[in-house]
């Protein structure tokens, strides 16, 4: 059996994306019909996927919430992980360490360059012990993504260089770069205006086939500026709201209409729908699994 991190379930899912030159989908969501849509969208397909939650989840639903995630997951006759965004806090990062998760973002965006890898490094160091794989963003992307304070400061963008020398220093799996790419909604031009594609070009030749990168900010995002991104190396797309709408629109629309029962049933398959297209139309992912 391999050993760490080659072992581990993230690990796998996205150095055989890398090296199958597809995307894997790293799903946001927020409740277990988010994680059952996933699931089905991904078995239907036959595609690799990533759930992924915010440390508002660990507080909202608690760690047993995570429990059934993985088990649901890890049930799929797919390969799916568990992965937790965006993590801000020291203290959420001590407790993602105890949960079922396969993997975690740490975001370190706040402190200075030296802090951040310090703060990274010892969840990365805590991370292996556990099995857990790390993800970590460097320079900083503005925005507001649940949960995520709004940085009025220009957009740092990440140095090739010294995000090379992050990878090395920290031990990070997966990095973030920030190429002009924000959280929430793009200025007007959207993402076609403000990515520096040369930037993230350089960012990608300085870190190898080794540190995968990671796509944030991708609402919204047209097809043709995720496959713009994976054209320049990234291989995990993440997805937030855009694949809801369909989910939304039904529960409006039927929420005092139907049982409960239909409802969950029918919501998650028009969450399912948005997931499946992606896999299908964009990340390449399906029949990959
Ligand atoms: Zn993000």
């Not at 140095?159 to 090395?168: E, S």
Request: charged fraction near 25%; charge should be negative.
């Amino acid at each position: 059996m391999a050993a760490y991190p080659e072992n581990n379930r993230t690990w796998q899912i996205i150095h055989n994306a890398r090296k199958g030159g597809y995307a894997v989908g790293g799903f946001c969501v927020y409740n277990a019909e988010g994680v059952l849509a996933v699931i089905k969208a991904a078995e239907r397909c036959r595609s690799p996927a990533m759930i992924q939650f915010f440390p508002w989840t660990l507080h909202f639903h608690g760690p047993a919430f995570i429990k059934y995630a993985a088990e649901v997951a890890r049930a799929a006759s797919v390969p799916i992980s568990i992965h937790l965004d965006h993590c801000l806090k020291p203290s959420d990062a001590d407790l993602a360490l105890e949960c079922a998760f396969d993997s975690i973002m740490v975001d370190g965006s706040m402190y200075d360059e030296e802090g951040n890898i310090k703060y990274v490094k010892s969840v990365v160091d805590r991370a292996k012990d556990k099995g857990i794989t790390v993800e970590a963003e460097l320079g900083r992307m503005e925005g507001g993504e649940d949960g995520l304070p709004t940085i009025d400061l220009e957009s740092v963008f990440t140095d090739p260089d010294m995000a090379a020398d992050f990878v090395k220093k920290t031990g990070v799996h997966f990095l973030a770069p920030s190429f002009g790419n924000v959280h929430g909604p793009y200025p007007a031009g959207g993402a076609e205006k403000h990515w520096r594609l040369d930037r993230l070009e350089k960012i990608h030749a300085a870190l190898g086939d080794a540190t995968p990168l990671v796509l944030h900010g991708t609402h919204p995002l047209s097809d043709e500026m995720i496959r713009v991104g994976m054209a320049r190396g990234m291989v995990k797309v993440n997805q937030n709201r855009n694949v809801r709408n369909g989910y939304h629109e039904y529960i409006a629309e039927n929420c005092t209409k139907v049982e409960l029962t239909t409802l969950q049933v029918e919501a998650v398959e028009a969450y399912s729908k948005g997931v499946e297209r992606l896999m299908v139309e964009v990340f390449d992912s399906a029949g990959k699994a």
